[in-house]
């Protein structure tokens, strides 16, 4: 279904070589060095860009957040999603700030968003609540998988060269550790945590409601697009087609946090190559997000105890990446007449 190229490990060693011929001591720039040379890979260039970004930000709501699981009730997703078309969300400065394309996807709020500047694709009025029935069907969770392919196709039209994944959507948390439990194995305790910021006797309640899921889903690990069906979230849908499509067009994926990463792991569910090119952006503090990492393999940029979500993490990580890119325009040892050490490490 989907046509991911591998990585072109060729551009990796031309920047990797030329890298080591940079007037500083081999490895001195650390982790710069292997970012610079994962974004060669990742776009086939010895020059790689990733200016300028773009955000996509999907929001949808959950049938699940009627038992309480979130600090915050259901109409906080659209009320956020007016507010993020204002300008006025944490992301619109960050965004701004990194010179980042913006856009608002309604992939399945619960209520209709009016005015201007929402991207409407609305597949459904929120999620069902997954202790009762399904989420939704498969044919919906294709559409909102879609919806995120088609949203990132016409992003990198506009000329994006780095993509990052948001996400608004009211008890998502407790939809994303349900997704991670599935997938990892590991108990439903050891992932949840308190998402908006939830008191522990309502994380205890958390962990229920997402057990009763899983006993009544029994959901296949190997099997994303009837998972996401059984205990859902259509925003985690359009996230992981969102991050297919930018990988099939060599786009680098800055991914957020614990939303995110699972809806990541989703897409490498999907395509295997998928998280060949995602870059870990920041740790979350969701306590699950440290086990979604290690699922997919990544080690986090940064860890500033951040947990609001919106790409806004993948945001603050990203002048890194410009960082890493920069270290292009360095003079070599032979051009700068500056004399090379002996030493191997
Ligand atoms: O990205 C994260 O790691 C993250 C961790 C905790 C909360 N959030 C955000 O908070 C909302 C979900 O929290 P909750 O408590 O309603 O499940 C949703 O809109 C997310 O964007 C996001
Ligand atoms: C205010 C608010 C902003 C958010 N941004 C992402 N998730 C959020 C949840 C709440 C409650």
């Given at each position: 279904m989907f046509d991911i190229p591998a990585l072109d490990e060729q551009a990796g060693q031309k920047v990797e070589a030329h890298v080591n011929q940079l007037t500083k001591p081999p490895g001195s720039l650390g982790r710069l060095e292997q970012l610079v040379i994962e974004l060669a890979k990742?776009?086939?260039?010895?020059?790689?860009?990733?200016?300028?970004?773009?955000?996509?930000?999907?929001?949808?709501?959950?049938?699940?957040?009627?038992?309480?699981?979130?600090?915050?009730?259901?109409?906080?997703?659209?009320?956020?999603?007016?507010?993020?078309?204002?300008?006025?969300?944490?992301?619109?400065?960050?965004?701004?700030?990194?010179?980042?394309?913006?856009?608002?996807?309604?992939?399945?709020?619960?209520?209709?968003?009016?005015?201007?500047?929402?991207?409407?694709?609305?597949?459904?009025?929120?999620?069902?609540?997954?202790?009762?029935?399904?989420?939704?069907?498969?044919?919906?969770?294709?559409?909102?998988?879609?919806?995120?392919?088609?949203?990132?196709?016409?992003?990198?039209?506009?000329?994006?060269?780095?993509?990052?994944?948001g996400e608004m959507g009211i008890a998502n948390t407790t939809v994303a550790s349900a997704i991670l439990a599935a997938l990892s194995g590991q108990k439903v305790e050891q992932l949840v945590g308190k998402g908006t910021g939830i008191s522990d006797d309502r994380i205890a309640h958390k962990t229920k409601v997402i057990e009763q899921a899983l006993r009544l889903h029994r959901p296949d690990p190997s099997q994303p697009l009837e998972l996401l069906a059984k205990i859902g979230g259509l925003e985690i849908a359009a996230m992981?087609?969102?991050?297919?499509?930018?990988?099939?067009?060599?786009?680098?994926?800055?991914?957020?946090?614990?939303?995110?990463?699972?809806?990541?792991?989703?897409?490498?569910?999907?395509?295997?190559?998928?998280?060949?090119?995602?870059?870990?952006?920041?740790?979350?503090?969701?306590?699950?997000?440290?086990?979604?990492?290690?699922?997919?393999?990544?080690?986090?940029?940064?860890?500033?105890?951040?947990?609001?979500?919106?790409?806004?993490?993948?945001?603050?990580a990203f002048p890194l990446l410009q960082f890493a890119v920069n270290m292009l325009n360095m003079t070599t040892f032979a051009e700068a007449s500056v004399s090379q050490g002996g030493e191997q490490t």
């Open positions: 990742m776009t086939g260039s010895h020059v790689p860009q990733v200016t300028p970004p773009g955000v996509l930000l999907f929001a949808a709501d959950h049938g699940v957040a009627k038992t309480g699981v979130s600090a915050f009730p259901q109409e906080v997703t659209a009320q956020m999603v007016m507010n993020f078309v204002r300008g006025g969300a944490a992301i619109n400065a960050y965004s701004q700030q990194i010179g980042a394309l913006f856009a608002v996807v309604d992939v399945g709020v619960a209520s209709d968003i009016p005015g201007e500047g929402v991207i409407r694709q609305k597949v459904k009025y929120g999620t069902n609540h997954f202790c009762e029935e399904e989420a939704m069907t498969q044919e919906e969770a294709k559409q909102a998988l879609l919806v995120g392919y088609q949203q990132a196709n016409e992003m990198i039209e506009q000329g994006i060269r780095c993509l990052i994944v992981a087609g969102a991050m297919l499509r930018a990988a099939e067009k060599r786009i680098p994926i800055l991914l957020d946090g614990f939303i995110c990463t699972t809806a990541a792991l989703l897409a490498k569910l999907f395509h295997p190559y998928a998280a060949d090119y995602m870059i870990a952006g920041h740790r979350s503090q969701e306590p699950g997000h440290r086990v979604a990492l290690t699922l997919l393999g990544k080690e986090p940029l940064l860890d500033l105890s951040m947990r609001l979500g919106e790409g806004s993490g993948a945001a603050v």
